[in-house]
C-alpha cells in the first residue's frame, strides 16, 4: 500500500459529494489561515486553563516571575488544585501528574504542587516580612523555584515520619537554606506534623518554625511549616 | 482575537479533509505532515484526529491536553478567545 493510499483511506471521496460539504471545509480552512478562528473538539480544558490565567493569584505570580516554563507549570498546578474539588479527582490528578512528570521530571512536578499547595501566597507573605524589594522578592522566588527540590519537601500519606524526618534534616544541613517548606494535604498531615515534631527538635536553634493551614469548608485540607533560618546576632 | 470554533458535530472524516485543506493528512487516528506523524510541538507527542488543537499563525496542530493547552496559552496568550 502506498503512502498516498493510507493517507486517503480513511475517507471515501464521496463525501465531498454531500451537499456544501466541500465549501463549509474550504471557508473554514480560510478562516483558520486568516487567523479569525482556531479549532477544536471540546473546549474544557482551554476555557479552565484561561479562567486559572486569568485568576487574581496566577496574576500576582506572573508579576514575579516572567519564566515562561515557571509559569506553564504554575497554571498547572492551579488545574491540580481545581481537580480536587472534581468527582474524578483520583484518576484526574493521577494522570495529570504523570503528564507532568514526564514532561517536566521531578522538579516540574514539585513548582507545579508548589502551586497546588498554596505554597506562593504563604512564601509570598513570608518575604513580604523582610522587607525587600519587589525585584529582591521576585529573585528570591525565582531562585526557590530553580532550587525547590532542595528548599521544599511534600509529605505524602504513606511517607515513613523517620524517614522524611532525616530527608528533612539532610538536606536542610547540606543546603542552610533561609526558609524550608514541609507541606502536605489531607490524609498526609498526621505524618506531617510527626515530622515538624522531628525536625523541631534537631533545628529548633537555628530556624524559628511557623504553622500555616488551608481550610475548605472549615475543614482543614492543607498544613504547611515554613522553617525560617535564625538571624545570628553574633552575641 | 482568535474566536474557538468548537466542532463537537464534526465526524472524524471532516475534520480530515480539513486537515487536508491546511495541508495535513491522516491516517484515520493520528495527523500527517506528509508521510510522517505530526508531532505536537510542546509535548513531542503524535497528535491524534479526535482530539486536536489546530491554532492559526504558523498553523500549530497540538493535541487538547492540558500541558499542550497550558503551552499554547503561554505563547499566544492574549489573542485567543
Known sequence: MSNESIIDNPISNDIYKESGLRERIIELARKIKNKDLYFLDDDSIIKEAKKKRKAGEFKLFSDYIGDNKFRILYQLGLTLRGYEKGDQYQEDTKRLRETIKKQYKVQGLHISYFAQNGLFSELLKNLWGKELTEAEIASEIGDFLKEIDNKVIFIYRDDDSKAKTQEVLTKIRAHSPETFIISSMKSAMDICKEIKEGVSEQLSKDYDITEYSIDDNQKEIKLIYFLNRKIKTGD | ?81
Do not use: C, W
Not at chain 2, 6 to 19: A, H, M, Q, R, Y
Not at chain 2, 37 to 58: A, C, F, L, Q
Open chain 2, 1 to 81: 482575537m482568535v474566536q474557538p470554533f468548537v466542532s463537537k458535530d464534526f465526524s472524524k472524516e471532516e475534520k480530515i479533509l480539513l486537515l487536508r485543506e491546511l495541508g495535513y493528512g491522516s491516517d484515520g487516528v493520528f495527523v500527517l505532515k506528509g508521510n510522517e506523524r505530526h508531532k505536537d510541538k510542546y509535548t513531542g507527542e503524535d497528535v491524534k484526529v479526535n482530539n486536536m488543537v489546530i491554532y492559526p499563525g504558523s498553523l500549530t496542530i497540538v493535541n487538547n491536553d492540558e500541558i499542550s493547552i497550558a503551552n499554547l496559552l503561554e505563547e499566544y496568550g492574549d489573542n485567543v478567545e
